[in-house]
């Protein structure tokens, strides 16, 4: 269906399926946005914290669309596991607009994977759907098979950093078929939270062990306070 036409139709499905915020439900003006209250409620990092590096980290930065609180944590569970999909281009573009890349190639897109049990499961990979929209706001070119579960880990929502960062030592791998792709090219990994920093190390480690020139790390919400190890 060609864009006019679906501008076309815009009003009449806009005005069965009125505008509402992904987050409460509020009325709004257009489709795919937050109300003004829910927008409010989140919290943005500041320059400093945009692209932030400590010493002894192997990334080349954290880009963080906002900071983890009470309304960041309430998008993301909505998403992850309250089956409201449609946040995902909100999320994705709000990710998307804090990605700036200098002239040259485009980096490579790789979303944090999920292992193939955790996917039948849940049915879908929330960083691979956010990975999608930051490559069609044309920040890179999409690899979403890049990195691979090569084996099933607990969760680890209330484990301390450092069992986290062990259990997911040697979790995560450059695909085979992708080594060749990822050689060389510098690369966003996408993921939704970032707290411990122990998931987007192992992906640091495996990408930079494949030969990625360098990684960055992107997420739709990061822990205020910096983590200590990526």
């Not at 691979?128 to 098979?145: F, I, P, Q, T, Y």
Request: a positive charge; one cysteine or more.
């Amino acid at each position: 269906m060609g864009k006019e036409i679906i501008e076309g139709l815009r009003p009449a499905f806009d005005l069965i399926y009125p505008p509402r915020c992904g987050s409460c439900g509020a009325p709004i003006a257009a489709h795919g946005a937050l109300c003004e209250e829910c927008w409010g409620e989140l919290e943005f990092p500041g320059s400093v914290e945009m692209a932030q590096t400590s010493h002894g980290e192997r990334h080349s930065g954290i880009i963080a669309a906002t900071l983890y609180n009470d309304m960041s944590r309430s998008l993301i569970l909505k998403f992850k596991h309250g089956g409201k999909l449609a946040l995902a281009p909100i999320l994705g573009r709000m990710i998307a607009s804090r990605i700036h890349n200098d002239e040259g190639e485009m980096p490579l897109i790789i979303p944090v994977p999920l292992h193939r049990t955790r996917i039948w499961q849940r049915g879908f990979n929330q960083s691979a759907m956010l990975a999608r929209e930051v490559a069609n706001a044309g920040k890179g070119e999409l690899l979403v098979d890049g990195l691979v579960r090569v084996k099933r880990t607990p969760s680890l929502g209330d484990l301390p950093s450092d069992t986290r960062h062990q259990i997911l030592r040697g979790a995560i791998a450059v695909r085979r078929g992708a080594r060749e792709m990822v050689r060389g090219r510098s690369v966003i990994l996408i993921d939704d939270v970032m707290t411990s920093g122990a998931t987007s190390t192992a992906c640091v480690e495996a990408l930079l062990g494949a030969g990625a020139d360098t990684v960055r790390i992107a997420c739709f919400a990061r822990a205020k306070r910096a983590p200590s190890r990526s």
